[in-house]
């Protein structure tokens, strides 16, 4: 299994490396580099940034920043739908169909 953690703010990219446990909260794999330790165990940084007792990280500001943003328009934890993901190439994006030239059209 591979490390659920995605990194970005606008641009979201897999870390990919080999999971080494979940998160104690929500539950997500997570690899030795995004895993934050605290008082309910190794969480990701989403679930650290959100909880008291976790030591701040890069990713965790990070995560911070994503939820604020997304908090802007009532969106959940600022990650991208599968539709979102789509549209921006990532994992079955829509090929855009070829239309006939028509002068017409400006």
């Known amino acids: 299994m ?3 953690w995605q990194s970005g703010l606008l641009v979201m990219r897999e870390c990919g490396q080999p999971a080494a446990g979940a998160c104690g909260m929500c539950g997500r794999s997570i690899c030795m580099l995004h ?3 605290g008082p309910n165990g190794i969480a990701c940084p989403q679930c ?3 909880s008291d007792g976790y030591e701040d990280t890069e990713d965790t500001e990070i995560a911070e920043t994503r939820g604020q943003y997304a908090q802007q ?3 959940g934890a600022g990650y991208f739908t599968p539709a979102d993901s789509s549209s921006l190439g990532r994992g ?3 090929v855009p ?3 006939p030239y028509d002068p017409r059209e400006s």
Do not use: I, L, M
Request: glycine share 16%; net charge positive; proline share 6%.
């Open 2 to 4: 591979k490390c659920q």
């Open 35 to 37: 895993g934050v330790p």
């Open 48 to 50: 650290a940034s959100s």
């Open 73 to 75: 328009f009532g969106t």
């Open 92 to 94: 079955g994006a829509a």
């Open 97 to 99: 169909t070829q239309r």
